[in-house]
Every structure is written in structure tokens, then in C-alpha cells.
């Protein structure tokens, strides 16, 4: 079955950065798209990023543009999402989203 898992967050100070990984399993990862979202609380879920399947285009949210860059690797089934610069603004809990699956999401905490 599909299996999304997340790993990398935790809890880094504001201009910090952090590397996100998702490691995917139970499908042909290398035939699609991969996205990552976040939900903070209160807020509606935001999508962060999409990658192509062949990695080869990328697009973003204006919150995290120039910030934050998604990657994927196809021979570990993997995409990751490098972020930099990290705000409080971007403290959320990070999910990694393939066609209606959700991983367990990853929680990154951006404070002083």
C-alpha cells in the first residue's frame, strides 16, 4: 500500500534552515508529481511546493519563494524540501502528498 514518511523536522531559530525528506513507497514514484503542504494551527492547509517527476519543474508558494526548495531523488524514492531562512511565520506541520495520500506529517517549530 502507499506509504508517505516524513522525517527532518524539529525545532530550529528564526534564519535557521532545515531538510525535509519523504520517502515514498507502494506506487511508481518516478511517474508523478509530488507536493509538500503545511497546516499551522488555526490555519487551512497551504500548499508549499509541487516537483514534476522528473524533478525538472518546480513551483511555490509566494510565502516561501526564494526560501524554500523542493528536490526529489527517483532511484530512493525520496523528495525533500531544503528550507532556508526559516521564519515563525513557517512553524506548521509539514506533509508530504502524493494523489489524496497524506503522510504523518513532520513537525518544524521555528522560535527563539
Known amino acids: 500500500q502507499v506509504q508517505l514518511v516524513e522525517s527532518g523536522g524539529g525545532l530550529v531559530q528564526p534564519g535557521g534552515s532545515l531538510r525535509l525528506s519523504c520517502a515514498a513507497s507502494g506506487f511508481t514514484f518516478s511517474n508523478y508529481a509530488m507536493t509538500w503542504y503545511r497546516q499551522a494551527p488555526g490555519k487551512e492547509r497551504e500548499l508549499v511546493a509541487r516537483?514534476?517527476?522528473?524533478?525538472?519543474?518546480?513551483s511555490y508558494a509566494d510565502s516561501v519563494k526564494g526560501r524554500f526548495t523542493i528536490s526529489r531523488d527517483n532511484a530512493k524514492n525520496t523528495v525533500y524540501l531544503q528550507m532556508n531562512s526559516l521564519k515563525s511565520e513557517d512553524t506548521a506541520v509539514y506533509y508530504c502528498v502524493w494523489m489524496g495520500y497524506w503522510g504523518q506529517g513532520t513537525q518544524v517549530t521555528v522560535s527563539s
Open positions: 516537483i514534476t517527476s522528473g524533478g525538472g519543474s518546480t
